[in-house]
């Protein structure tokens, strides 16, 4: 088991930043990929980037490429979403999700953090 607690939501007027954390716990070496997905009201959820825990490799949903930066701390259980030029549309709650090395999906799943992004 993987827990994951999200933190560093808030609200930030539109062109300015935020940078999430998502710390893990528990069976950690069974991580394989982290990932960030936000909810918007009304909408499902959707992806918005994630990292390979062993080497890095990061991939981003085209709405966030070039303003989002995702990372991770291996010796802190911990990964990153700094989010740049905030624009309204990114007003969401974002979760982190980890996915396992036995079945690479989307096993574990944070409790989300608000994000609200004001015009």
Same mark, same amino acid.
């Given at each position: 088991? #993987? @827990? @994951? #607690?999200? %933190? ?9 930043? @935020?940078?999430? %954390?998502? #710390? ?14 936000? &909810? ?40 990153? @979403? ?10 969401? #709650?974002?979760?982190?999700?980890? %996915? ?10 944070? &409790? ?8």
């Amino acid at each position: 088991q #993987v @827990l @994951l #607690v999200e %933190s560093g939501g808030g609200l930030v007027q539109a062109g300015g930043s @935020l940078r999430l %954390s998502c #710390v893990a716990s528990g069976r950690t070496f069974s991580i394989y990929t982290i990932g960030w997905f936000r &909810q918007a009201p009304g909408k499902e959820r959707e992806f918005v980037a994630r990292v390979n825990w062993s080497a890095g490799m990061t991939y981003y949903a085209d709405s966030v490429k070039g303003r989002f930066t995702i990372s991770g701390d291996k010796t802190q259980n911990t990964a990153y @979403l700094q989010m740049n030029s905030l624009k309204f549309e990114d007003t969401a #709650v974002y979760f982190c999700a980890a %996915s396992s090395v036995v079945t690479s999906k989307w096993d574990y799943w944070g &409790q989300g953090t608000q994000v609200t992004v004001s015009s």
